[in-house]
Antibody, heavy 124, light 107 residues
Framework: EVQLVQSGAEVKKPGESLRISCQGS????????ISWVRQMPGKGLEWMGRIDPRDSHTIYSPSVEGHITISADKSLSTAYVQWSSLEASDTALYYC?????????????????WGPGTLVTVSS | DIQMTQSPSTLSASVGDRVTITCRAS??????LAWYQQKPGKAPKLLIYKASSLQSGVPSRFSGSGSGTEFTLTISSLQPDDFATYYCQQYNSYSYIFGQGTKLEIK
């Protein structure tokens, strides 16, 4: 069974750093890209960026580029998103999702499996 | 940048109804469109990909159509489990833009 297991909820202060994780299991981790999606309280879904775990090639949404860093450790089958300086506006639920970036499957580029989300609260 | 606009934002319907949600792209995206269902407190779930292909395990009452700039998600006969928020998404290898969502409520 494909699973994306995300790290637990975090409460941080503005200016603090943070890294959250997403570990894939039940499939070959390097065969799929990982995307990160943000959902602010009561709002819709917003794509943040994605990484190819084979070579760590990463692209970001213009709305978050420079504010977050997405990385992956293929030996741990884990992807990460990190902030060096959190802002109150980073308060959100963060989902990871996998996508077939090589079009081995007909649903390539669609987000076919999602993690349960990590709630990040940034408050002074 | 491509923008995705869903309508309506909220839809009230009854069990057994046939409902349609529309998604419009600001420029042609071919058939690179997906639909997701999200229930409160849960992660989104892929329903439809490439505009009209049903994801494995998704009930056949869900269907998608369209290409270019206009797309629809249809639920042929609403079931109690279908009341949720639905999102369209334009996607390719480097861009993944969601619509603002349509909340499907019980009338």
């Amino acid at each position: 069974e494909v699973q994306l297991v995300q790290s637990g909820a975090e409460v941080k202060k503005p200016g603090e750093s943070l890294r959250i994780s997403c570990q894939g299991s039940g499939y070959t981790f390097t065969n799929y890209w990982i995307s990160w999606v943000r959902q602010m309280p009561g709002k819709g879904l917003e794509w943040m960026g994605r990484i190819d775990p084979r070579d760590s090639h990463t692209i970001y949404s213009p709305s978050v580029e420079g504010h977050i860093t997405i990385s992956a450790d293929k030996s741990l089958s884990t992807a990460y998103v990190q902030w060096s300086s959190l802002e109150a506006s980073d308060t959100a639920l963060y989902y990871c999702a996998r996508l077939d970036g090589s079009c081995r499957h007909s649903n390539c580029y669609a987000f076919d499996n999602w993690g349960p989300g990590t709630l990040v609260t940034v408050s002074s | 940048d491509i923008q995705m606009t869903q309508s309506p934002s909220t839809l009230s319907a009854s069990v057994g109804d046939r409902v349609t949600i529309t998604c419009r792209a600001s420029q042609s995206i071919g058939s690179w469109l997906a639909w997701y269902q999200q229930k409160p407190g849960k992660a989104p779930k892929l329903l439809i990909y490439k505009a009209s292909s049903l994801q494995s395990g998704v009930p056949s009452r869900f269907s998608g159509s369209g290409s270019g700039t206009e797309f629809t998600l249809t639920i042929s006969s609403l079931q109690p489990d279908d009341f949720a928020t639905y999102y369209c998404q334009q996607y390719n290898s480097y861009s993944y833009i969601f619509g603002q969502g349509t909340k499907l409520e019980i009338k």
